[in-house]
């Protein structure tokens, strides 16, 4: 215990130094915890997937949209056929690499069909305007396209984890720039580049928005 000599403690502290000192104590306290809380909340904005809420159906009906509403959206702007989209990705899907292909299906619409029941399987509906084979051009083609998606949950997270067919389906405006990337490419072969501008002259018809490299 300390003795008080001349009003100041046996350690040589009086009392402005002991306020002084409770101050930043509680200072030091207050950076603590708020550091901590802001660390928690960066981990939980980082966290990929769709969080499950509960485990009631319809809780994963609710999770399963949220989740395919994200992913579909960014195929249909375009994600996918850019050099480093897929890592936009990464926080819907399981799947670390994007999957090859060489068809894109242009679309003017996506529409998540809700599930009859609980399952790894839902379906996501297109409505297709027409697609793009590399190496033969672009084909017209109105109808519906079905794409069937597996979900998977990871310590009550939902997942992407896989898709048939798991081609891009993007939107006429995410085609084009696409396109026009493929055509200011160096590598693309001059059959390819006829391709590319014939789909371009369609693509223009359909959308009445003029392409770039036509």
């Known amino acids: 215990m300390a003795v008080a000599l ?6 040589g502290w009086d009392r402005g130094t002991w306020n002084r000192m409770h101050g930043h104590l509680r200072l030091l306290v207050f950076l603590v915890v708020g550091t901590t809380a802001a660390l928690a909340q960066f981990g ?29 959206r960014l195929d249909f702007e375009g994600a996918r056929l850019q050099a480093e ?3 936009r990705f990464k926080a819907y899907t399981a799947v670390r690499a994007n999957p090859e292909f ?3 299906t242009i679309v003017s619409r ?9 399952g790894e399987t839902l379906t996501v509906r297109y409505q297709k305007m027409g697609f793009y084979q590399q190496g033969e051009g672009y084909t017209p083609e109105a109808e519906t396209d079905r794409v069937e998606f597996r979900v998977q949950e990871q310590n009550g997270i939902l997942l992407v ?5 798991d081609g891009p389906h993007v939107s006429a405006r995410a085609a084009v720039a696409w396109m026009n990337r493929l055509l200011e490419d160096p590598k693309t072969t ?19 928005k003029p392409g770039a490299g036509t």
Not at 6 to 11: E, F, I, K, R, T
Not at 51 to 61: A, F, I, K, P, V
Not at 110 to 115: A, C, L, Q, R
Request: proline share 4%; with cysteine; charged share 20%.
């Open 161 to 165: 984890a896989g898709a048939t067919p």
């Open 6 to 11: 001349g009003g100041h403690s046996a350690l």
């Open 110 to 118: 996506f529409d998540v069909e809700t599930p009859e029941g609980t």
């Open 102 to 104: 060489t068809r894109v």
């Open 190 to 208: 001059d059959l390819e580049r006829a391709h590319l501008k014939d789909a371009l002259v369609q693509l223009t018809r359909l959308t009445g």
């Open 85 to 87: 989209g897929w890592k």
């Open 44 to 72: 939980s904005a980082q966290q990929p997937g769709v969080q499950l809420r509960g485990r009631s159906s319809g809780d994963l009906e609710a999770a399963q949209k949220v989740l395919l509403s994200n992913y579909c």
